[in-house]
Structure formats: C-alpha cells, structure tokens
T-cell receptor, first 115, second 114 residues
Framework: SAVISQKPSRDICQRGTSLTIQCQVDSQVTMMFWYRQQPGQSLTLIATANQGSEATYESGFVIDKFPISRPNLTFSTLTVSNMSPEDSSIYLC????????????FGPGTRLTVL | AQKVTQAQTEISVVEKEDVTLDCVYETRDTTYYLFWYKQPPSGELVFLIRRNSFDEQNEISGRYSWNFQKSTSSFNFTITASQVVDSAVYFCALSEGTGNQFYFGTGTSLTVIP
C-alpha cells in the first residue's frame, strides 16, 4: 500500500488567515481526493484532484475557498482560505487508482482549529 | 437520500464481549464496493476491509468478521472478544461502479470498557 504523509499534522490559526495543507505520496497516483471531517461528523468529499487538470469540486465547495494544486503525480495541496471557526476540521487526502475497485487509502489528516 | 446508514451512533461494551456494528447501504449500481474503516482517537483512517458486490462470502480476519447480505443491503461488522484497543469510530463506506467517490456513513463510536 502507498504511504501518504500530510503536513502540517495540526495547526491553530486565526480567523481570516489561510492555511495550505500538503499531501505527499510515495508512489505515482492518478487521482487524489480531499475530504473534510468536521468535529463528530463523517467525511465529506471536497474535491477530486487529477494531475494536469483543474480539480473537480463537490456541491457546497468552491475553488475560491479551497484552491487545490496538483503539480505532479505524487503531490497535492489544499488551501483553506479566509478561515472562520466553521472551518475547524480534520482535512484528509486520499488516493485512488482511477477505478472504484481501489482501496482508498487516507493520509493521517491535518487537524485544523480556527480561533 | 443517505447512501450509507449506520444507525448506531454510539455503542459501549465491556471488554471480551462481542459487538456488531450495522451498516445498510443504498445503490442502484450492480457493481459496487463496500468498505470498513477504523478511526482511533489519533484521527487517522485505517482501512479494514473491501468487499465487491459480486462476492457475498463472509470474511473472518482474527477477531473481526463481516457479514455481507445483498438481500438486505447490509454489510455488518462483528468484533469478537472486544478489547480496549478496539475503541474507535468505525465508518462504513460505499463506492459505486460509476465513479470514484466514496460515500461514508456517519460512523459508530465504539467504547470498550475494561
């Protein structure tokens, strides 16, 4: 299985600022996904990030708020922009092989607290 | 409509008891995949099992077992002789054959009391 790392593992940020979360994979993957898990809640898909194309956002998420980069097949970033306390969540990246047969593996997550 | 339903929000059991976590799913696809993940207090998601829609054989892995029944659209997870280290939130998830998106249930928080 692929090894996925995320930076930072946790952060406490002030309202109105932005945070960029990095996701690094030790092998080349076609599709990467970003999820949000609000406190006590399940996981919600934010967007799908394919290398070389614009990310595809799910309903309720927009690029201005959650810009994503995917510069190569092993790396992606998610930025949480103009943060508010409602953005306090765990943000997780995961990877897939392009078919739903994949065992979707998740990174360790980034715990974000917005004051 | 919720594609994955985990009706049990919280469960507490005493150590060594058996516990079953329920998962009911909804899909119109004939090809789909079901998953269970464990999320301990540290927050990472640990993959436990994947089952495709064409394989209804039950599976056992140590103290863990899974019962997949297409007739009732259920994919239940049983922990035998529970241990304190089993305390975590467990998520059931569905991936349909038409896409890559995973649909997660709301999770069941399991507490094993020593």
């Amino acid at each position: 299985s692929a090894v996925i790392s995320q930076k930072p593992s946790r952060d406490i940020c002030q309202r109105g600022t932005s945070l960029t979360i990095q996701c690094q994979v030790d092998s080349q993957v076609t599709m990467m996904f970003w999820y949000r898990q609000q406190p006590g809640q399940s996981l919600t898909l934010i967007a799908t990030a394919n290398q070389g194309s614009e990310a595809t956002y799910e309903s309720g998420f927009v690029i201005d708020k959650f810009p994503i980069s995917r510069p190569n097949l092993t790396f992606s970033t998610l930025t949480v922009s103009n943060m508010s306390p409602e953005d306090s969540s765990i943000y997780l990246c995961s990877l897939g092989s392009g078919s739903s047969y994949n065992e979707q593996f998740f990174g360790p997550g980034t715990r974000l607290t917005v004051l | 409509a919720q594609k994955v339903t985990q009706a049990q929000t919280e469960i507490s059991v005493v150590e060594k008891e058996d516990v079953t976590l329920d998962c009911v799913y909804e899909t119109r696809d004939t090809t789909y995949y079901l998953f269970w993940y464990k999320q301990p207090p540290s927050g990472e998601l640990v993959f436990l099992i994947r089952r495709n829609s064409f394989d209804e054989q039950n599976e056992i892995s140590g103290r863990y077992s899974w019962n997949f029944q297409k007739s009732t659209s259920s994919f239940n997870f049983t922990i035998t002789a529970s241990q304190v280290v089993d305390s975590a939130v467990y998520f059931c998830a569905l991936s349909e054959g038409t896409g890559n998106q995973f649909y997660f249930g709301t999770g069941t928080s399991l507490t094993v009391i020593p």
